[in-house]
């Protein structure tokens, strides 16, 4: 019996040791200071850029460990980010501008004047796209030097915005429904429901995935047609949502957490702990980073499930 004792306490020890070690979906792996009201957040293919939209300015961090390489300037109030592959994007909400900074240092390369209160911003491959929420419409900017292509009306209050490799999605957050565009002429291929206030968007290489802030929950589209594949229930408040290449993340504001759900079927897989009032989520090909607005931070978690 004393033997039998030995050998449990031997095996849960080394338990306690090793499976820490493992890398486990939604394990914290830091925490990390940024600016002032941290909104949205995306990854350049090595760091991280955060949009403090109290400070106005960017926070960019080495993916790595977090550390932060610099802060750069920008206009008022900034909201949202993305990378085109060379630069950096950022929508300044009060500014009614978009800034491009370069990825490597930060410079700034320009700022091109947009719609009222630019919200959402995404990249196409080739042009840059704007959700201008008080303006119910979307800008088409050239990627290479800002040159306005098109403006194109959505519904009402537009507030996120993505590529589905042919076509652009627009969440219309008082019109509870998204707008399709095909991308090459802005020309609008349809409009469909989804649920209550829609804030933001992604694409998961074959669907399309709406987070509905008043329902708590999120919708799963067709992006062939627009057809309704599923509705899945999130905690309080969701915000934002991205796809790790297998899942999809979403940021409840209101539970201070994330929601993992399964692509395939919309099974959740876990909820997370973050910071307070997590509002922007990215990927950055291995964890997942979320902006905490309410605690001036940034979260990373592990994406992985190997546990």
Do not use: H
Not at 137 to 145: G, H, I, M, P, Q
Not at 197 to 219: K, L
């Amino acid at each position: 019996m004393r033997t039998s004792g030995k050998v449990f306490i031997v095996l849960m020890v080394l338990a306690l040791v090793l499976f820490p070690a493992m890398s486990c979906a939604g394990i914290t792996l830091g925490t990390y200071s940024v600016g002032e009201w941290p909104w949205g957040i995306c990854f350049d293919g090595q760091n991280i850029w955060v949009v403090n939209s109290g400070n106005n300015d960017v926070t960019m961090l080495r993916a790595s460990d977090g550390t932060v390489l610099g802060t750069y300037s920008v206009g008022a109030t900034p909201s949202d980010i993305c990378f085109d592959g060379q630069n950096i994007w950022v929508t300044n909400s009060w500014s009614n501008n978009v800034t491009k900074l370069r990825a490597s240092d930060g410079t700034v390369l320009g700022t091109y004047s947009v719609g009222a209160t630019p919200s959402d911003i995404c990249f196409d491959g080739q042009n840059i796209w704007v959700a201008n929420s008080e303006s119910n419409n979307v800008t088409k900017l050239s990627a290479s030097d800002g040159t306005v292509l098109g403006t194109y009306s959505v519904g009402d209050r537009p507030t996120g915005i993505c590529f589905d490799g042919q076509n652009i999605w627009v969440t219309n957050s008082w019109s509870n429904n998204v707008t399709k565009l095909r991308a090459s002429d802005g020309t609008v291929l349809g409009t469909y429901s989804v649920g209550a206030t829609p804030s933001d968007i992604c694409f998961d290489g074959q669907n399309i995935w709406v987070v509905n802030s008043f329902d708590d929950n999120v919708t799963k589209l067709s992006a062939s047609d627009g057809s309704v594949l599923g509705t899945y229930s999130v905690g309080d408040r969701p915000y934002d949502i991205c796809f790790d290449g297998q899942n999809i993340w979403v940021a409840n504001a209101g539970n201070d957490n994330v929601t993992k759900l399964r692509a395939s079927d919309g099974t959740v897989l876990g909820t997370y702990g973050v910071g307070d009032y997590p509002v922007g989520i990215s990927f950055d090909g291995q964890n997942i980073w979320v902006t905490n607005n309410g605690s001036n931070n940034v979260t990373k978690l592990s994406a992985s499930d190997n546990n």
